[in-house]
């Protein structure tokens, strides 16, 4: 009985010294110590993470820097910052895929050569050019027997017939020229009929007329009034039974083929422009068609209510859309030159300057501050920032402009900062299982011991 109580007692003795011995050297051991830290060389550290790592970021203040992995005092742990690397992805632009390209429905215009120059936006009214005005005016007294044409805005074409009158002066001058043609059967005196024909010429009777009349052998009774030239009547001033004389103006024909447009120029904007200057006019009726012309003509004088210059404008009116009466938009291009440029709609005003987005060869699109030149219908021209054949983007700019600063943004909080580390510097790294909880204390002050507060963002 007592030899068994022995060896129960030695062995429970031999146990206990066997797990004691088991727990001394587990406690011991580097995993379970949290105090005593790995220490592993840097070029070990970067064999097995093929990354060199400037600093541990702290994940509520970025700007919070430190030199190995550790936590703040909310227990959220330290973002490691790598270096670039070669095959790091660019921090500045966007790069998205043909399929996304798509979807966002972005247009890609080239950058090109157009005349630009100071565009000079007015408006006006429609006017008649004066130098196409007719009046037809007859040379001889009488009463209007006849009208073929009644109303203005009638179109009549060269050598219609407008009316037709009686003028007992004219059947006299007509009865005088075959007299003196005939002289009673005899030969006629060659005088008197070229007497008698000049006073027929006097009176507007053209030659072919006269000839006719020596065929014909008899004066006609009423005589017509001739177009002279082709348009629409603007002014009508006769009624059948109407006296005429040479001081009247029975009608008024207007060439509509090309008028003019009168527009009000500031004085300010007079050194810019000049006669011959490109013009484009747009009508509020045809929203989808211009008209190009020139300017014709500078008026010598201010008006003194507006303080405007009127400029007087010339197009061609083939069709006849640009009626007199009608308002219109012009746009003046005062000293023209050509240079590079893009629709405006590629333009991206900011706070921090003018950008474009820019697509590169492998689908990166990257944003480019530019400088503005003079605009003009619907383009802008590029002073500096880019160069003929570039693809900018025309719509949906706005979107990867958005995205292109976030990813920027982000790159800059998560780590392309280039800031110096010391190579001789030992790298710490913790086992995620060794964080054992420290004293607020003692964690405030470590990680206060090991922090860079950094004064300026890390751009």
Known sequence: ???????????????????????????????????????????????????????????????????????????????????????????????????????????????????????????GTVVVDENQ?????????????????????DSVQKGQVLAEMYSPELYSAEQEYLIARRSQGMTADPALVAAAQAKLQLLGIPKDE??????RGKAKQDIPLIAPASGVVEKLNIHPGSYLSPQTNPYEIANLHRVWVNVAVYAYQLPWIAIGNPVRLHLPAYPDRSWKGHLHFLYPTIDPQTRTVTARLSFTNADGKLRPGTYADATILASPRESLAVPSSAVLHTSQGTYVMLRENDGHFLPVQVALGPEADGWVAINKGLKLGDQVVENAQFLLYSESQFQSVKARMLGTNDAPMNSGQAAVTRDRSALAPESPAKTANEGMAHMSMGSSPHD
């Open 133 to 153: 005005v007719y009046a037809v005016n007859p040379r001889f007294s009488g009463w209007v027997e006849q009208m073929y044409v009644r109303a203005v805005g």
């Open 210 to 215: 006269i000839a006719a009349l020596a065929q």
């Open 1 to 123: 009985m007592n030899t068994r109580n022995w060896i129960i007692r030695i062995s429970l003795l031999v146990g206990g010294v066997v797990l004691g011995a088991g727990g001394v050297w587990w406690l011991r051991s580097p995993d379970f110590m949290p105090s005593v830290p790995k220490i592993l060389p840097q070029s070990s550290i970067n064999t097995s993470s093929k990354r060199h790592i400037l600093y541990w970021a702290s994940p509520m203040n970025p700007k919070i820097h430190a030199s190995h992995p550790m936590k703040d005092n909310m227990g959220m742990a330290y973002i490691p910052v790598y270096a670039p690397s070669s095959r790091a992805h660019r921090v500045t632009g966007l790069s998205i895929n043909p399929r996304m390209t798509q979807n966002l429905g972005v247009r890609i215009v080239k950058v090109q050569n157009r005349q630009m120059g100071h565009a000079i936006h007015t408006v």
